[in-house]
């Protein structure tokens, strides 16, 4: 094959991936605010959101690594909602079923095709009186109530305060992580 032929080959498959993005449209998945992570996204029969209301991420903030959630404690729930619908609407409350009674300091406002965190400055949503000690891993079943838009159901992951999470502000009530003890190497053993 000519040198020329190659360029036009790798510049077709080259193309292929940017092309076939075409095809999918305005409304398209890809085209909606999206943060890749363990967190959970709304998902509802197939479909991005449901009823105008989108939920891009949501997290129950759990313990650092190796540590645990203790019995009876809280942690912070983390919500990025996008309120896709044509009127303005509001979370009320939220509810988690027999995993602790859930905390909204006041009812969040979602103005049309504004993404609100639930989180920043500080969270404004808490699990609390947990029945259970977690760890990290599990997950919660929430509803969520709509002024507009109704009851929104999800299962919350709970993710431990590492790696894209770590600097978030730690659970409270968490017990601390197990400090590793050194242990003897065999070199070291050998040697006496």
């Given amino acids: 094959m000519t040198s020329s032929r190659w360029i036009v080959v790798a510049a077709a ?4 991936p940017v092309l076939a993005g075409c095809g999918a449209g305005f409304d398209a998945t890809t085209n909606q605010p999206y943060a890749p992570n363990e ?8 479909a991005y959101g449901t009823r105008g209301i989108h939920i891009p991420q949501a997290f129950i903030l759990g313990p650092d690594p190796g540590a645990q959630l203790a019995w009876r404690g809280s942690a912070p ?7 896709k619908s044509d009127a303005p609407d509001t979370l009320e409350k939220v509810s988690a079923g027999g995993m602790g009674e859930v905390k909204v300091t006041a009812p ?3 103005p049309v095709g504004q993404l609100v965190n639930t989180g ?13 000690s977690l760890r990290g891993g599990e997950s919660i079943k929430l509803d969520l109530q709509f002024a507009k838009a109704g009851v929104v159901s999800m299962n919350v992951p709970v993710v431990t305060r590492s790696r894209e999470f ?3 502000p730690p659970a ?9 003890t050194p242990t003897p190497s065999a070199t070291a053993e050998e040697g006496h």
Avoid: H, R, W
């Fill in 13 to 16: 498959f080259l193309a292929a």
């Fill in 39 to 46: 967190a959970q996204v709304l998902i509802e029969k197939g």
């Fill in 77 to 83: 729930l983390y919500l990025n909602i996008l309120n």
């Fill in 108 to 110: 969040i406002q979602l």
């Fill in 120 to 132: 920043k400055p500080t969270p404004q949503i808490m699990l609390e009186s947990i029945p259970k």
């Fill in 166 to 168: 770590q600097d978030y």
């Fill in 172 to 180: 409270p009530n968490a017990t601390p992580a197990p400090t590793p």
